[in-house]
Nanobody, 115 residues
Framework: QVQFVESGGGLVQAGGSLRLSCAAS????????LGWYRRVPGKQRELVAH???????TYADSVKGRFTISRDNGKNTVYLQMNSLKPEDTAVYYC?????????WGQGTQVTVSS
């Protein structure tokens, strides 16, 4: 079972940038699609970006034009470049396959954007 480990979160001012990384314990190549999800306390986890094996990408409307997802199958890693961050982007960010695998969720990485 592949496990994902997220890193790169932190505290940043509105308008700033962060780059999240997600390392998989196994090969990411076998996953057709990988995604970044986020969860705010009291709300359901939402998919904000995903990338196909073909490298085609899809974004939630709330992050479109600001976030960029990429994958490096050679390094078994998925990235999320987040620019022009807003306070409403504050959340715990996770990566997983799309659709997600229940036993593959990691601890996530906290992103906090101050106004």
């Amino acid at each position: 079972q592949v496990q994902f480990v997220e890193s790169g979160g932190g505290l940043v001012q509105a308008g700033g940038s962060l780059r999240l990384s997600c390392a998989a314990s196994g090969s990411t190549f076998r996953f057709n699609a990988l995604g970044w999800y986020r969860r705010v306390p009291g709300k359901q986890r939402e998919l904000v970006a995903h990338i196909e094996r073909s490298t085609a990408t899809t974004y939630a409307d709330s992050v479109k034009g600001r976030f960029t997802i990429s994958r490096d199958n050679g390094k078994n890693t998925v990235y999320l470049q987040m620019n022009s961050l807003k306070p409403e982007d504050t959340a715990v960010y996770y990566c997983n396959s799309v659709p997600s695998r229940e036993n593959s969720w990691g601890q996530g990485t906290q992103v906090t954007v101050s106004s």
